[in-house]
């Protein structure tokens, strides 16, 4: 998902800002029949409303702070840090970046069950 920002509007093409929320920029970089890779990019102030991921490997390329809310609506606050690598059991979740700083992860989904 990308931010629009700028639109033109008016007889004289005047342009205007549109202040819209942060979004979450996830982007497939590899697929195949075992594993899908996601490059995870979320602005600070981010929001990526609830969705779900089976098994899955996560690899922080920087520094964030995020927020975690279950379908349950239960919530958590977790620190990344940059090179830190997280194992993820299928999850469904909501994920907004409350830190300063940019969530940038590579994300590996696993599509073969534990066996």
């Known amino acids: 998902m990308k931010q629009a920002g700028v639109f033109a509007a008016g007889a004289a093409g005047v342009m205007l800002y549109m202040a819209l929320p942060a979004v979450a920029d996830d982007k497939v970089i ?10 995870v990019n979320y602005a600070p102030g981010a929001v990526h409303d609830m969705h779900s991921h089976p098994d899955h490997v996560i690899y922080a390329l920087g520094d964030a702070k995020v ?3 279950g379908k349950d609506g239960k919530s958590a606050e977790v620190d990344i840090k940059k090179g ?3 194992w993820q059991p299928a999850v469904t979740h909501k994920t907004e970046n409350i830190g300063t700083t940019p969530l940038s992860v590579v ?3 696993l599509k073969e069950p534990a066996k």
């Open 30 to 39: 590899f697929e195949n029949d075992r594993v899908r890779v996601l490059e």
């Open 67 to 69: 927020r975690m809310t």
């Open 107 to 109: 994300l590996v989904e």
């Open 84 to 86: 830190g690598t997280r």
